[in-house]
C-alpha cells in the first residue's frame, strides 16, 4: 500500500499522523537551513563531499543536458551540474522549503552561477514537470524525508526522459557490526550535541539520526526503484553502507 494510504507514518521514531509529517519535516529544515551547510561538513567531517564527487562521476552527465536536482537544498549538486551541462544545458533546483531554497539561492549566486539554474519549489511527491522531461533526476539526502516514498518514485520516473536516469543517494544501512556500533554511538551521542552548540538545535539532529534508521536498506530501496518502472537498478555502497547511491534507468 502506498504510504499516503495509510493513517500514520514514521517521523524519525515517532508514529505521526500521514498528513502531519510534511509540516514536521517543514519544521526541521526550517531551523536548519541557514546552518545546514557548516553542520554537513562538521557531522560527516567533509565526507559528505566524496559522496557527492561520486554521484556526479556516476551521473554519465553531459554539456547541453537537462538535470533535476530533487530536495535539492542549499545546491552542492546543483553548482557541480550547471558547470558541466553549460550554457546550452539547464538544472533545476527543486525543494519543496522555502528556506532551504533560499540559502541554496543566494549561494549559487555568491559563486557567480545562474545563468542556467532555476529555482522551483515543488513536492517530490507531484512534480510540476512534463513527462519525459530529464536526462537526469538526482536526490541527494531528500528521499528518506518524503512522505509517500513510492509516490515521489513514480513521479520522477514520469519526468525521466527515455535514456535518462535516476541517482538516488541517500544514508543506509552498514555492513558491518563494528561499523555500525560505532556509528549509533556517534549518531545517537554526539550528533544531537553538536546540533545543540552550533546550531542551538539537538531535535533536528535526532530527528536526523532517527530518520536514518527508519530509511528503507539497500535491497527494499532498490525493489522499491524497480516497482516504480526503473530498470537495470544498482547500488554502490560508500563509507561501508552508511551510505548508498542507488542508481536506475528509464528506458
Ligand atoms: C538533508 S537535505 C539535502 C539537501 C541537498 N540535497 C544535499 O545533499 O545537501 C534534504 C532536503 O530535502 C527537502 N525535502 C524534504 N521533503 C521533500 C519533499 N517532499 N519534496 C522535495 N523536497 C523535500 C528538504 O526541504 C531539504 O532541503
Known sequence: MSEQHKSTTHFGYKTVETNEKEQMVAGVFHSVAAKYDVMNDLMSFGIHRLWKR????????????????LAGGTG?????????VGETGQVVLADINDSMLKVGRDKLRN???????????????????PDNHFDLITIAFGLRNVTDKDKALASMQRVLKPGGRLLVLEFSKPQHEVMSKLYDFY??????????????????????AESIRMHPDQETLKAMM????????????LTDGIVALHRGFKF
Open 54 to 69: 561520486f554521484t556526479i562521476d556516476c551521473s554519465g552527465i553531459r554539456k547541453g543536458q537537462k538535470v533535476l536536482d
Open 111 to 129: 559563486k557567480g552561477l545562474g545563468n542556467n539554474i532555476a529555482y522551483v519549489q515543488a513536492n517530490a511527491e507531484a512534480l510540476p514537470f
Open 187 to 208: 549518531s545517537f551521542n554526539i550528533l544531537p550535541k553538536m546540533g545543540s552548540l552550533v546550531a542551538q538545535d539537538s531535535e533536528s539532529y535526532q530527528y536526523l
Open 76 to 84: 552542492d549538486l546543483t553548482a557541480k551540474f550547471s558547470r558541466i
Open 226 to 237: 524497480e516497482q516504480a518502472g526503473l530498470e537495470q537498478v544498482e547500488y554502490f555502497n
